[in-house]
């Protein structure tokens, strides 16, 4: 993987590497990987990106990436201009009327976009396919990628908008501290994506997103709609299952390594969560 820097612009990184390392700051951008996971921290966050999710970056934003994989993870990431993103939002949220009384009024503001990983919805899933489709093909046409950058960008700001409405929904008078707490509530969602194969208790999990664990336990459950614990156990099942159907590991080889320290607890669970033990699963697949 190589460096970039404003002399030597592109949207577009397409790489493949088992070992990385970087760190500094960049572009508005978007961040995807498959064949593996890269870790990330950025601000007090920690963020582990996997296949089907991305993670989205602020201008400006210090981070440090690393890879440590026994095959190469193929990354994709997109780079955009500055102002850019913002000048899409504009023009999806403003009336039409203003839209044509100043057509090529600029908006030299930035959004920020709460730092996270989010899920690849399929709008977005079909315009990466088709770049990195295009990357690897070595096809460089400026209003083609001009347009994809379009459709992404407006995928970008119909989360936000959503992540708003997220936001407006917590218990607050005061917008920013709702503001706040939400993206604390997520820096500790995003530590538990990124270290739920560890033994990890709550009050680690809520000092990472620097709240109270009474306050952290409350809120969380009322974003997420979920205890933390309970997403640490959905997450190391969803592990299990992905190894049990991929890969010729033993099962119990498999139960600690998704972060189960018992055998028979992990067999429970499993045959609660899919209807069969893990043994049992694996021959019906």
């Not at 493949?16 to 890269?38: H, M, N, V």
């Not at 709008?123 to 770049?131: A, G």
């Not at 295009?134 to 400026?142: R, Y």
């Not at 917008?175 to 969602?189: F, I, K, P, V």
């Amino acid at each position: 993987m190589s460096n970039r820097n404003k002399n030597d612009y592109s949207p577009i990184l397409h790489e493949k590497s088992a070992e990385y390392y970087w760190k500094g700051t960049g572009a508005l951008s978007i961040k995807t990987f498959s064949g593996g996971r890269a870790m990330y921290q950025a601000g007090h966050g920690h963020f582990a990106v996997e296949e089907g999710r991305y993670l989205l970056l602020n201008q400006g934003q210090e981070y440090s990436i690393s890879i440590e994989a026994d095959l190469p993870v193929e990354s994709f990431c997109v780079f955009f201009p500055e102002g850019f993103v913002p000048e899409v939002g504009r023009s999806l949220t403003m009336p039409v009327n203003t839209l044509l009384d100043e057509p090529f009024r600029t908006d030299n503001g930035q959004i920020d976009f709460v730092m996270r990983t989010y899920e690849i919805l399929p709008e977005l899933s079909c315009v990466l396919q088709q770049m990195r489709l295009d990357s690897m093909q070595q096809l460089h046409d400026e209003a083609r990628l001009e347009e994809q950058l379009y459709a992404l960008a407006s995928v970008l700001i119909g989360e936000h908008l959503q992540v708003r409405r997220d936001i407006a929904e917590l218990p607050s008078i005061k917008a920013s501290t709702r503001q706040e707490l939400y993206r604390r509530l997520y820096t500790g969602y995003e530590y538990i994506l990124a270290y739920y194969k560890q033994p990890i208790s709550v009050s680690e999990v809520a000092e990472a997103a620097c709240l109270s664990t009474n306050h952290f336990l409350r809120s969380f459950k009322q974003l997420f709609g979920a205890t933390p614990y309970q997403i640490i156990k959905e997450k190391r099942l969803q592990e299990a299952e992905w190894l049990l159907r991929h890969t010729d590991l033993p099962v119990t080889e498999i139960c600690f390594e998704v972060g189960f320290h018992s055998q028979g607890s992990f067999s429970t669970s499993f045959a609660r969560r899919f209807g069969d033990s893990p043994s049992a699963y694996r021959h019906e697949e």
